[in-house]
């Protein structure tokens, strides 16, 4: 098989892996437009949707993808030198360093959602019923500035090209295009100029679907992502009205009069007046 056949296939074969993260992240983002809800589920809260633990699994790919291929080159330069034992232990070190990763990556995703509305409103109604001190409410504010700045794009209105996911969903289909580019190439470069383009053809054609296809993955993605982000929306603003009515509550508290305090700025206001008449 010649070099462009060769170079045609490895980009057919990452198409059918892009395609398949398309494929996906539709399914995961549909669902996730017809499962917002509002959760306050005991315990541990993990993550509320569905496509924000999809994607770790393209990233996680690509970065065992790329350590491999390090663990290849520096693996081949080790036995070429003739220390094979070197070399299995290094093999060794980076395929644990692989695992490692990947599994913190991927416990940092699905681990608990700390810095959401769900969250605090939960800390917020367990703490309902008690005195709490200035401090703790400032606390209790500083987190929802957080969780606010960290749902900004989830809570904004945007353009619907403009957001991280839409360009990551249209970039796909750059890889169906460059597919039909080498296709065309090796078409070209295989048959003579005089001879039909019977199979050649054929196989372009079969091509073009390929940026057809990223292109409608695309389209339903960011149609479904749109849906989600509008119901997702109105989920926090709720979560956030809930939010403001107990620290408004909790506001009302701290700033009661403690016990007894009438009393000494009474006296202390009477010792003063005394004083000035002395003077």
Avoid: H
């Amino acid at each position: 098989m010649s070099v462009p056949w060769i170079i045609a296939g490895i980009i057919a074969a990452l198409w059918l892996l892009v395609a398949l993260f398309q494929l996906g992240d539709v399914a995961t983002v549909f669902v996730d437009s017809r499962t917002a809800r509002d959760r306050d589920a005991p315990g541990r809260l993990a993550r509320e949707r569905i496509n924000e633990l999809f994607w770790i699994i393209p990233v996680v790919a690509i970065l065992a993808l790329a350590i491999g291929v390090g663990i290849d080159y520096t693996g081949r330069n080790f036995f070429d030198t003739g220390q094979p034992a070197i070399g299995s232990l290094l093999l060794l070190g980076v395929a644990v360093l692989v695992v490692g990763v990947s599994g913190l990556a991927l416990g940092a995703v699905a681990a608990t959602d700390s810095v959401s509305y769900a969250m605090l409103r939960r800390d917020l109604r367990e703490a309902e019923g008690t005195r709490i001190t200035p401090a703790q409410l400032a606390e209790f504010r500083a987190r929802l500035g957080r969780v606010d700045a960290r749902t900004r794009s989830k809570t904004r209105q945007t353009r619907i090209l403009v957001t991280p996911s839409s360009v990551v969903r249209l970039v796909a289909i750059a890889v169906g295009v460059l597919l039909v580019i080498a296709v065309c190439i090796a078409v070209a470069l295989s048959q003579p100029a005089e001879r039909p383009w019977n199979r050649g053809g054929s196989l372009i054609v079969i091509s073009v679907l390929a940026p057809i296809l990223s292109a409608v993955f695309a389209a339903l993605g960011i149609r479904f992502g749109l849906s989600s982000d509008t119901a997702w929306r109105r989920v926090y603003a709720r979560q956030r009205l809930d939010i403001l009515k107990l620290l408004e509550g909790f506001d009302r508290v701290t700033r009661k009069g403690v016990a007894g305090l009438g009393d000494r700025v009474a006296r202390a206001l009477k010792i003063l007046g005394e004083q000035q008449q002395q003077q």
